[in-house]
């Protein structure tokens, strides 16, 4: 199964959810759905951190959008830190 699509899909919420003006979205509600993906992520096996990792270098290796592709480099980081 080609997990891009759902990747994306998990780069779109997570960054609306970050970047959604107070008028659009309650930055409480906001947290707490960036929270709730957080949670279910870290459930991923270690190899399967490892594929979503993959799928998101690979999203932002092929982003023709300069700001796309940063998005998908920086989830990791807003899930689970520097790790």
């Known amino acids: 199964?080609?997990?891009?699509p759902l990747v994306r899909a998990?780069?779109?919420a997570l960054m609306f959810l970050?970047?959604?003006?107070d008028?659009?979205?309650?930055?409480d509600?906001?947290?707490?759905?960036?929270?709730?993906i957080r949670h279910e992520l870290d459930a991923l096996s270690d190899v399967?951190?490892?594929e979503f990792r993959l799928v998101l270098d690979r999203i932002?290796?092929?982003s023709g959008d300069s700001g796309h592709a940063q998005r998908a480099r920086e989830v990791p980081f807003m899930l689970w830190g520097g790790e």
């Open 1 to 4: 199964m080609d997990n891009t």
């Open 10 to 12: 998990i780069v779109e």
């Open 18 to 21: 970050e970047h959604a003006d």
């Open 23 to 27: 008028d659009e979205i309650d930055p």
């Open 29 to 36: 509600v906001a947290m707490r759905g960036i929270e709730g």
């Open 48 to 50: 399967d951190r490892a």
């Open 60 to 62: 932002a290796e092929t």
